[in-house]
């Protein structure tokens, strides 16, 4: 079944230009100057990575720091040590503590990410690798870059290094999602609705990556230079607006 999922990546590079999209998967390479910018890219998500997992292990270390002053203060009011001494211990455990928790705050809060518990992440720089998400229903797979648990569901999260949003953003469908994000450059927010026309919109894009795959060339479906301007494929691409 794996063989025949389209990577949703697939479908934003067929949305940003099917012509690009076309030429990568006949294998013609980006330029250098393009791979740089991506290798840039990757760095930066590395430290968006770096910078969750700090803010993790700042949180774990509040945690212990408060309990082992919550076990103090009750030994005090058992009267199982000397008093004094420990009482100094445990107030110097809950100040830890709480400097602590504002470090793990401020670490997260540097990646844009809103509150909730994030259970998944594919964020280079990470202890563990990201299982591929698959939807046999819609025939596609992918990563996001994290999933974070909210009071209304689950929410699906993507980081972008740049910090202007473009027309459209993409979503990843699952029944219990009630909407994405796609946070640029740690500081604007887009919110992605799960409606019935982002549905159709999904459906379409599918439709249309998947008839692409069978086709021996495709048309450009934008009209926009400014992405011909930056294009890593422009040398290759007969059909460049610039
Ligand atoms: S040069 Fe323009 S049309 Fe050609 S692949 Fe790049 S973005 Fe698409």
């Known amino acids: 079944m794996s063989e025949k999922l389209i990577p949703a990546t697939q479908l934003a590079e067929y949305v940003y230009c099917s012509q690009a999209w076309y030429l990568k998967q006949h294998g013609v390479q980006v330029s250098k100057e393009t791979r740089a910018i991506q ?90 690798q990201a299982e591929v998400l698959r939807s046999a229903q819609w025939g596609i797979s992918g990563k996001p870059d994290c999933l974070i648990r909210t009071p209304e569901g689950v929410v699906p999260v993507e980081l972008k290094k740049s910090k202007r949003p473009p027309a459209r953003g993409e979503v990843y469908p699952n029944h219990s999602v009630p909407y994405g994000l796609v946070i640029y450059a740690g500081q604007q927010v887009r919110r992605v609705e799960y409606t019935e026309a982002s549905r159709r919109w999904l459906a379409q894009v599918i439709d249309l990556v998947r008839r692409a795959r069978t086709l021996p060339a495709v048309m450009r479906n934008h009209r926009i230079s400014g992405r011909c301007s930056g294009c890593g494929l422009r040398p290759h691409c007969d059909q460049s607006l610039i």
């Open 39 to 128: 290798a840039e890219a990757n760095a930066w998500h590395e430290t968006q990575g770096r910078s969750l997992a700090t803010g993790d292990s700042y949180r774990w270390a509040a945690y212990a720091a408060v309990l082992l002053a919550v076990v103090l203060f009750i030994f005090c009011w058992l009267g199982w040590s000397r008093m004094s001494i420990v009482l100094m211990l445990a107030s110097t455990l809950v100040f830890l503590g709480v400097l602590l928790f504002f470090l793990a705050h401020r670490a997260r809060s540097k990646t844009g990410i809103p509150a909730g518990e994030i259970f998944y992440q594919d964020l280079i720089g990470q202890p563990f």
